[in-house]
């Protein structure tokens, strides 16, 4: 997609993800904590939601049969730090460790006007990609097809998704209901019948490009900031790592 390189990557994700662990561990060193680890648990354990899923909601006939609009616990564990539980005098100096940890991977970076100007952009470049007459038509085909099967006429694919009928657990997994992979399949059938997906990523697609023609100093900047915390990123990896 045109504003992928503008954004945010899994593999920025890692990499900022160990080198903040390296600065917390570090800065905690510093405040008497020589043990610290690189991944440690809350005192406390957190609930945490996970959602999978793509920009088109369900696209795979075979997960749609088996897993509905959830997915296979085996091959999506839990995520969560795999280091000891802090103790809780660590976790009373850990939030000014982790916010000078976050300060110094953003150093050099306008954090109000440059930093993931693609991100911010997304909210109104989907509101225009919602209401292009070839996407909203396509939609509408796609409903009607699913509606046709049995099933519930939902106003787009994302609707399917997202309908509390499946009850989705604190992980974001689904109850994976006879009805539920019923639907599931019945969407995904859709979609292939009619390109659905195809013509809502080419409609994506030219919106993006269209905004970064729109904005092309603001894009310019936020990638100078991405590129910015990146090297950021190095330079601790670098020196700590």
């Known amino acids: 997609m045109p504003a992928d390189r503008y954004d945010y990557t899994p593999q920025d994700y890692r990499r900022s993800h160990s080198a903040s662990a390296l600065l917390i561990r570090q800065c905690m060193a510093d405040r008497g904590h020589p043990d610290f680890p690189l991944d440690p648990r809350y005192p406390s354990d957190p609930i945490v939601a996970t959602a999978v899923s793509t920009d ?15 997915w296979d ?17 660590e976790y009373a100096d850990w939030p000014d460790c982790n916010a000078d940890a976050s300060r ?17 952009r997304e909210v109104e470049v989907d509101k225009a990609v919602k209401r292009d007459p070839r996407l909203r038509a396509a939609w509408d085909v796609w409903s009607r097809c699913v509606a046709e099967q049995g099933f519930t006429r939902y106003p787009d694919p994302v609707a399917a998704y997202a309908d509390e009928a ?76």
């Open 104 to 120: 110094r991977l953003m150093r050099g970076i306008d954090l109000t006007r440059d930093w993931l100007y693609a991100s911010r």
């Open 73 to 89: 616990p085996a091959k999506h564990p839990a995520a969560g730090p795999k280091g000891r539980r802090m103790t809780n005098a």
């Open 56 to 70: 088109y909601g369900a696209l795979d006939p075979d997960t749609a049969r088996r897993w509905g609009y959830g």
């Open 166 to 241: 499946w009850q989705r657990d604190s992980d974001g997994n689904t109850r994976h209901t006879q009805r539920e992979r019923a639907t599931a399949v019945a969407d995904v059938t859709c979609k292939r019948r009619h390109h659905t997906a195809e013509l809502w990523h080419d409609v994506r697609a030219q919106n993006q490009a269209a905004d970064i023609t729109r904005h092309p100093d603001r894009y310019a900047a936020g990638l100078q900031a991405l590129r910015t915390y990146r090297a950021n990123i190095t330079e601790v990896l670098r020196k700590l790592g």
